[in-house]
């Protein structure tokens, strides 16, 4: 029996808009009175979702930034933090391409190493509270997430390829889309974060679900019992799918919420 459920947000639960389809919130709603979990898996800092689903915002829990931010029950159960000669070293790698620009992140601002015309704003990354600066924050400033924005000259799988090889002893790097390379620190992902709640719950692997469309969703669909892939996702994790299901335009995944709250009766 599935007793919980994590899903990806862009490309996967929101629709084409970016926005929380309004029956997302019921569907919650009458999980939670079940006893199945719900959690929000995403690159999007923890701040994000809870904006995104204030209406059960208080009955869901989170892996956040790609796993570096966990909450549970409202608390605070694991927060990864960058280290600053790893920031360090791929800024400095980051400036011998013209063609990628590095963006870091605390938990409420953005710190742009680049010019502000460099970087795509979208989803997440439309840089909140953005401050341009020439050199990263110093140590005492705890990053929690980091992306790099790739322009027009270059592929985010291509660059992701030449990042890995130079520092994929310290980094994992992961395209979410076109422009953009997610990255986090090596050993921490959707998986690990999911990990943290699965303990703090007492349930297997077994009795989760996932939702995912993106490669920065490969490791928690590896990870869970139950691994839903979007019709709209990547052809490498659709071949690892439990289940391919309809697009996140077809709101894929609350029809599949649906039948698992219809066979939960």
């Known amino acids: 029996m599935i007793k919980l459920i994590a899903s990806d947000m862009d490309g996967t639960l929101l629709d084409?808009?970016?926005?929380?389809?309004?029956?997302?919130?019921?569907?919650?709603?009458?999980?939670?009175?079940?006893?199945?979990?719900?959690?929000?898996?995403?690159?999007?800092?923890?701040?994000?979702?809870?904006?995104?689903?204030?209406?059960?915002?208080?009955?869901?829990?989170?892996?956040a930034s790609l796993g570096t931010?966990?909450?549970?029950e409202n608390e605070v159960i694991d927060r990864e933090v960058f280290s600053s000669a790893s920031i360090r070293a791929l800024f400095e790698l980051s400036s011998e391409f013209d063609c990628i620009h590095l963006?870091?992140?605390?938990?409420t601002h953005t710190y742009l190493l680049d010019d502000q015309s460099s970087f795509v704003r979208e989803l997440d990354k439309d840089l909140p509270n953005a401050e341009r600066v020439f050199d990263p924050p110093s140590p005492?400033?705890?990053?929690?997430?980091?992306a790099v924005c790739c322009d027009s000259r270059a592929r985010s799988m291509d660059m992701a390829m030449i990042l890995e090889r130079e520092m994929g002893d310290?980094?994992?790097?992961?395209?979410?889309?076109?422009?953009?390379?997610?990255?986090?620190?090596r050993g921490v992902n959707k998986a690990t974060g999911l990990e943290q709640i699965r303990r703090y719950y007492g349930i297997s692997r077994n009795e989760i679900a996932v939702f995912g469309d993106?490669?920065?969703?490969?490791?928690?669909?590896?990870?869970?019992?139950?691994?839903?892939?979007?019709?709209?996702a990547r052809y490498a994790l659709k071949t690892i799918a439990t289940k391919v299901i309809?697009?996140?335009?077809?709101?894929?995944?609350?029809?599949?919420?649906?039948?698992?709250?219809?066979?939960?009766a």
């Open 103 to 107: 963006v870091v992140y605390d938990r």
């Open 214 to 232: 993106s490669m920065n969703d490969y490791a928690m669909l590896r990870y869970a019992g139950t691994a839903y892939v979007m019709d709209n």
């Open 69 to 72: 931010q966990v909450y549970v």
């Open 140 to 146: 005492d400033v705890s990053i929690i997430k980091a």
């Open 16 to 63: 084409q808009n970016s926005e929380v389809p309004p029956e997302t919130f019921e569907l919650i709603e009458e999980l939670h009175k079940r006893g199945v979990h719900f959690v929000a898996s995403s690159g999007r800092r923890y701040d994000t979702l809870r904006w995104l689903f204030q209406p059960v915002a208080d009955k869901i829990d989170y892996v």
């Open 246 to 264: 309809a697009p996140n335009t077809e709101q894929g995944v609350q029809k599949e919420m649906r039948r698992i709250l219809e066979e939960l």
């Open 170 to 185: 310290r980094l994992s790097f992961m395209p979410s889309g076109e422009t953009w390379i997610d990255v986090v620190p």
